[in-house]
């Protein structure tokens, strides 16, 4: 009894062995089936996402310009923020996947994503925000009266740096026209 199972399970893994590629390639194809795709819904993302990065961005600067304001000796400021990427949202979606013929082999599927909305309190339907990055920042300017003390010019640099992420070589500070 105990030589016969170890005979069909070395009968099973001879099967298995001379076949090891085209499992591999059909585990592959159900991974495939199975990897997030871009919904239809997407290019809604992408534009709510890019209306909200301006605001944002503004929102940013007009913060920032009060923050490198109240630094002592810099006065009268103006400042621009270059951004690579805006803020962007990512928003939940309800997905389903539908296929016809074999679950191992479909024949043809189908994928629809629906963006997940909430009723708000005051009766406002509210899209769920699942993941929000924020601006990749490229450069700054920042034009001001006490450019040319050196001291001020680096704190406003080590602020500019510490509040985006930048380098010292991506931001410049300048003495304005009328200072």
Not at 12 to 25: C, D, E, F, M, N
Not at 36 to 45: D, K
Not at 69 to 82: D, H, K, N, S, W
Request: charged content about 20%; aromatic content about 4%.
């Amino acid at each position: 009894m105990e030589q016969e199972r170890t005979q069909g399970k070395r009968k099973w893994l001879a099967l298995i062995g001379s076949y090891k590629y085209v499992l591999i390639v059909v585990a592959a194809g159900i991974l495939c089936l199975g990897w997030p795709s871009r919904s239809p819904t997407e290019p809604e993302q992408q534009a709510a996402g890019a209306s909200a990065s301006s605001m944002d961005l503004e929102a940013i600067q007009t913060e920032m310009e009060e923050i490198l304001g109240a630094i002592q000796g810099v006065g009268e400021l103006r400042l621009m923020l270059t951004v690579d990427t805006g803020t962007q949202r990512e928003l939940a979606g309800d997905t389903s996947l539908s296929y016809s013929g074999e679950t191992t082999a479909p024949e043809d599927y189908s994928r629809t994503t629906e963006t997940v909305v909430v009723s708000g309190g005051s009766g406002e339907d509210q899209v769920v925000v699942t993941r929000e990055t924020y601006p990749q920042f490229r450069g700054a300017l920042v034009v001001c009266q006490g450019a040319d003390d050196p001291q001020v010019k680096l704190s406003v640099i080590e602020a500019v740096s510490a509040l985006t992420g930048l380098g010292s070589d991506k931001i410049s500070v300048i003495r304005g026209a009328g200072s």
